[in-house]
């Protein structure tokens, strides 16, 4: 490994490693994520300070140069990362599709509730606005709006989380 190569992985390593870390601090990146980052930055700075190490591991694999075995885990280490954000994705994806369907239901519920309340001579009065008339079902639309606002935090929650 060429001195040029060694001094390019530092900086390059040492850039990242203070990108990923103001990030953290600015809390626009997931601890999770960092440590992704921050494991790679540690690791091409021991392959440039220690050519020996990524010698061997070239060697071993059977590349002939270390450059080569350098790019080629480079590619490795961004094709794993691709694929564990796609499967994040799609769980996101599938989180959010749930939300939408269990969000139009409860409006939905809602608007019925509304109706019969209309229908009953109750008006908006029976409908959540949280006057209570006997006969009126404000307790139901009551119950399915905090039901509502209960899904809706508790997937935010599993979203962060």
């Known amino acids: 490994m060429t001195m040029m190569l060694r001094v390019v992985l530092i900086l390059v390593s040492a850039g990242t490693l203070a990108m990923v870390l103001n990030k953290i601090r600015r809390a626009r990146l997931q601890i999770e994520d960092s440590i992704f980052w921050v494991l790679v930055s ?41 694929f564990s954000m796609t499967i994040r994705i799609s769980q996101l994806e599938t989180k959010v599709k749930e939300l939408i369907q269990s969000t139009a239901i409860t409006r939905l519920e809602q608007e019925e509730a509304q109706k019969a309340g209309a229908e009953t001579g109750c008006g908006m009065a029976g409908a959540g606005s949280g006057m209570t008339e006997a006969g009126c079902g404000s307790a139901d639309a009551e119950a399915a709006g905090e039901m509502a606002v209960d899904m809706a935090a508790a997937v935010r929650d599993e979203v962060e989380g």
Not at 45 to 59: E, Q
Not at 60 to 65: H, R, V
């Open 42 to 82: 540690v690791m091409f700075v021991i392959f440039s300070l220690f050519p020996p190490v990524a010698d061997f591991l070239a060697h071993l694999l059977g590349i002939y140069a270390t450059v080569n075995f350098l790019f080629l885990f480079i590619i490795f280490l961004l094709l794993l990362r691709v």
